[in-house]
């Protein structure tokens, strides 16, 4: 499962899938590099708010993430995004900076562990 920052100019043969709960700014909504967007897998705007980005609470905020998907609205969110990744070959896109300390890495994650 590859992450990538939705301004990236690479294009492939996989779908690109916006995991972010706010449409990016500067990205049109008809943009060719979002093929989907399933902003209800993205953590909420408390959780995302007390991590700030901050990579010594990657840790903890990966555990408080998993939390939120663990709940009904989570599993959902996540089960939908796990339908579309297994329908093609999949890249997830987020307009994070900090790729390896995302949500969108949790996310990777997670799919390619329930695979």
């Avoid at 690479?10 to 399933?38: C, F, N, Q, Y």
């Avoid at 555990?63 to 070959?89: F, I, K, M, S, V």
């Amino acid at each position: 499962m590859q992450v990538e920052r939705v301004y990236d100019e690479s294009r492939d043969a996989t779908a690109h899938i916006l995991v972010d709960r706010l449409w990016p700014r500067g990205v049109r909504k008809d943009d060719p590099r979002v093929d989907e967007w399933v902003p209800e897998v993205a953590p909420s705007t408390e959780l995302r708010r007390w991590y700030g980005h901050q990579p010594e609470r990657f840790e903890e905020f990966t555990r408080r993430y998993e939390r939120e998907l663990d709940t009904a609205e989570g599993a959902a969110a996540l089960a939908r995004l796990t339908e579309l990744a297994g329908e093609r070959p999949t890249t997830l896109v987020t307009a994070t900076r900090d790729l390896d300390h995302s949500h969108a890495k949790v996310l990777a994650h997670l799919l390619e562990e329930n695979a």
